[in-house]
């Protein structure tokens, strides 16, 4: 027989069973039993434990309440003996407190003021800077460096490295220091040159540009100015930008940010360092079929390919090369041209070595420059010897250094008092 689904409803709940089940009906019947029993009312047990639950609950707010009142009492006496006695328990008194704060109130940090600072962060627009301000500094890449570079690490700042930075102003939108660089490194520039001036000491200058007035140059990491009435007449302007030469200072003025410069001055400098048998260092400029132009330094001298070497040298180009740095005897000067001539034949220990071996034609070249020097000063002493020799009557003498005399005798009615030395 199919099993029949009836409903039973009990108290608005439903069962579902089968008809043809019998423990399905007794469980009917436990179920409804349970249900009458939850709906009676409660009887004296369930009265006196919901009186029980009340004075427990009466008791616990007893208790937190003397909690309270325990806890204030105790906050209360604290107060009254701080109020007595504030340093009871500090381990430092006011003057030890007022002197920690002086040494932590922060940095000197007035316009123009140099301090200490740690670079900690870099990026393309500059670096950051802790100066134990409030607020980190903060350095522009445009006050970086005193040359002009991309990226802060072109002028050797990386985090961790220390610096002295000069304080340009602050920063209105956020309080913050703006550093510089560049200015101290101006000023240390200034410096050096005021000493420079004092020392009178030839210097590099590199042109920058040119115009109607002279040269715009760069010395000491500083913008100069040579003008046309002290650039040396040898010089062809048009060809001297991005080139080098050697200058001195005129007048360094770092209040009107003034640095004038001279190439005429520095150019006899270095013309009268050029004596006939002195050794100079050069560097190679042009190579030529016939020799080897060799700059001194702002003076252009010709080193022929017949004063090489004591051997024969067939092509120039096999031993010297543009940018090559060599000493060279001055074997003439003209001053008026501006001719210079040169020679590493002289120099060389023995026949051959500027071509096998110049390294050692370099060592020994002052020493073999002294050697020719002695050589033709005793050959001009020979000279002379010999010419007296043959007119000891002439009313001139040989002094110990080789050079002519007159002794103030009369020869023919004329007093060789009035007759200019010879030059050597």
């Known amino acids: 027989m199919a099993a029949v689904a009836q409903q ?9 069973c089968s008809s043809s089940s019998k423990l399905c009906c007794s469980r009917r019947r436990q179920w409804q039993s349970q249900y009458r029993s ?4 409660r009887g004296k047990n369930q009265k006196r434990n919901k009186s029980r639950g009340v004075v427990c609950a009466v008791a616990i707010s007893n208790a937190k309440t003397r909690e309270r009142e325990s806890l204030m009492e105790e906050i209360e006496e604290r107060l009254r003996k701080i109020r007595e ?3 009871e328990g500090v381990p430092f008194d006011l003057e030890q407190f007022s002197e920690s704060l002086t040494q932590n109130d922060g940095v000197d940090c007035e316009i123009g ?20 301000d409030k607020v980190p500094a903060f350095l522009p890449l445009v006050e970086a460096c005193i040359y002009d570079i991309k990226t802060p690490e072109e002028a ?10 000069m304080v340009l102003r602050e920063d209105d939108t956020n309080s913050r220091m703006i550093l510089s660089l560049q200015q101290i490194q101006c000023d240390l520039a200034w410096e050096r040159s005021r000493q420079l001036q004092t020392e009178d000491v030839v210097v590099k200058g590199k042109v920058v540009s040119a115009n109607k007035g002279g040269l715009n140059v760069l010395v000491e990491c500083l913008r100069g100015f040579v003008p046309f009435s002290q650039i040396s007449t040898k010089l062809n302007v048009e060809e001297l930008v991005n080139k080098e030469i050697p200058l001195k200072f005129l007048e360094v003025d770092e209040e009107q940010d003034r640095l004038v410069l001279s190439n005429r ?17 050069g560097t190679v400029q042009t190579i ?22 004591h051997d024969r040298v ?14 060279v005897m001055i074997l003439s000067h003209d001053r008026e041209r501006g001719r210079v001539s040169l020679s590493t034949k002289k120099l060389e220990p023995t026949p051959g070595d500027m071509i096998r071996n110049p390294t050692l034609v370099y060592e020994k070249a002052d020493q073999m420059a002294q050697t020719f020097r002695q050589r033709i000063a005793q050959a001009e002493a020979m000279a002379r010897a010999d010419m007296l020799r043959f007119q000891p009557e002439g009313g001139l003498t040989l002094t110990s250094d080789g050079v002519l005399e007159s002794t103030g005798l009369r020869v023919d009615g004329i007093d060789l008092e009035d007759v200019a030395p010879t030059e050597v």
């Open 113 to 132: 003021s140099t301090v200490k600072g740690l670079i900690f962060k870099t990026d393309a627009n500059g670096a950051m800077v802790d100066i134990r």
């Open 38 to 41: 939850l709906s009676q009312p």
């Open 288 to 309: 030529k079929p016939y020799g080897a132009f060799i700059d001194l330094g702002g003076i252009n001298g010709l080193l022929h390919v017949s004063q090489i070497s």
């Open 156 to 165: 050797g700042l990386y985090p961790g490295i220390e610096e002295n930075f």
């Open 85 to 87: 006695n504030p340093m």
């Open 8 to 16: 039973w409803t009990l108290s608005g709940t439903f069962f579902t």
């Open 314 to 327: 067939a092509d120039v180009g096999t031993i010297l090369q543009p940018g090559d740095t060599l000493k």
């Open 265 to 281: 001055k520095a150019m006899a400098d270095s013309q009268a360092q050029l004596g006939i048998g002195s050794v100079v260092l």
